[in-house]
């Protein structure tokens, strides 16, 4: 017979829809203090619905305090239905759904600034925090795209890139690029895992939970709390987002979401970049045109190093990524030139032989 969790588990496809799901459920069940899963079967229907209505008081405690947005509720509480569905535990979610609170509209939903991101840099010193800084800023992904992300997921690009698929095997799978800048970070973590005892194979993961450096322990991969932390503590330490006195969102730069408008304000902004591309870059479906339009890895690789400069968070490097972009267009007019004066040779001798074929006839 199938565990009441299992069958839960069994009715979500994409994993990472699973991986934030487990944990909306695991709050709640904390919440309940039940022995395990399959003993909510044996709870008759109005105290699972009593025990809800007191979790949704909980969660209006908390908006009060500031620690999470009425908007959240739904977010939190859906999983929690799904549950209870799948296990054919009959509740009245009407019921539970007049008990939230009324939504507001999002507000504060400013980008990180170039100097937001090279603050957060400059006050980290562990590698894996860096790696946070520069991916969300490569990439514009959400948060939930990087758990579970494998080394052997990775693949090299040119330039000192790397690309990966965010939501692999997934309906939302689209590919995704690494500037130079995250790159170099990565490769500082991962020797200095080895360095440390672990051995770094296709399997491993990414970013790992914090460990003994003085023992080898068994690798975990980060989890999505441990990510959240780590994000917040990193915002904390650079001081750059500002509290919001009334009700509604607590900041006016959402922690993940500031990262995911400073990528795609980058490449709005570079007019040589194609729009429809950008969108593509984005994982959004763009519309109609966004079903007919799909881009190859080279054609979205091709627009997005245009974009590395503007993506790239240090004075140094950004500089460095500005010569090099310089020297490749110097080195295109010097190569355009060459071209042009190879066929000026070409059509001159052309006109030579011309005029030297009707001489001869005179």
């Not at 090279?118 to 992904?141: E, N, V």
Request: glycine letters at 4%; proline letters at 3%.
């Amino acid at each position: 017979m199938l565990k009441a969790l299992e069958i839960f588990k069994g009715s979500i496809r994409a994993q990472k829809t699973l991986e934030v799901y487990m944990i909306r459920l695991e709050e709640f069940h904390k919440f309940t203090k039940i022995k395990d899963y399959d003993s909510y079967l044996n709870l008759d229907n109005k105290t699972i619905e009593n025990m809800m209505m007191e979790y949704v008081i909980l969660l209006k405690n908390k908006i009060e305090k500031g620690i999470i947005t009425p908007n959240a509720i739904a977010q939190r509480i859906a999983p929690i239905e799904l549950f209870m569905s799948q296990n054919d535990i009959m509740i009245n979610t009407k019921k539970i759904h007049r008990m939230y609170p009324r939504k507001i509209k999002t507000k504060g939903e400013l980008p990180y600034t170039l100097e937001d991101l090279q603050s957060m840099l400059s006050t980290s010193t562990k590698l894996r925090d860096k790696i946070l800084i520069t991916f969300f800023a490569s990439t514009g992904a959400r948060p939930e795209s990087l758990i579970g992300l494998k080394f052997g997921d990775l693949k090299e690009m040119d330039m000192g890139c790397m690309t990966l698929k965010i939501y692999e095997n997934d309906i939302e799978e689209y590919p995704c690029f690494l500037t130079p800048e995250c790159v170099r970070y990565l490769e500082k973590y991962f020797k200095q895992r080895k360095f440390h005892g672990e051995m770094i194979t296709s399997e491993s993961p990414v970013l790992r939970m914090a460990y003994n450096k003085r023992k080898v322990e068994s690798v975990k991969p980060m989890s999505y709390y441990a990510l959240k932390a780590s994000m917040y503590d990193i915002i904390q330490r650079a001081k750059i987002r500002n509290k919001f006195s009334d009700s509604g969102k607590r900041h006016d730069k959402a922690m993940f979401g500031a990262f995911r408008k400073f990528f795609e304000t980058a490449l709005n902004n570079n007019k040589e970049i194609n729009p429809n591309v950008t969108e593509k870059l984005m994982g959004h479906r763009n519309d109609l045109r966004g079903v007919y339009y799909n881009p190859d890895i080279d054609v979205r690789f091709e627009n997005f190093k245009k974009a590395i400069p503007d993506l790239t968070i240090s004075e140094v490097l950004r500089l460095e990524e500005q010569n090099k972009r310089k020297d490749d267009r110097i080195q295109k007019l010097e190569t355009d030139k060459d071209r042009r004066i190879d066929e000026l040779e070409k059509n001159f001798a052309s006109v030579r032989r011309l005029l030297e074929q009707a001489d001869s006839k005179v």
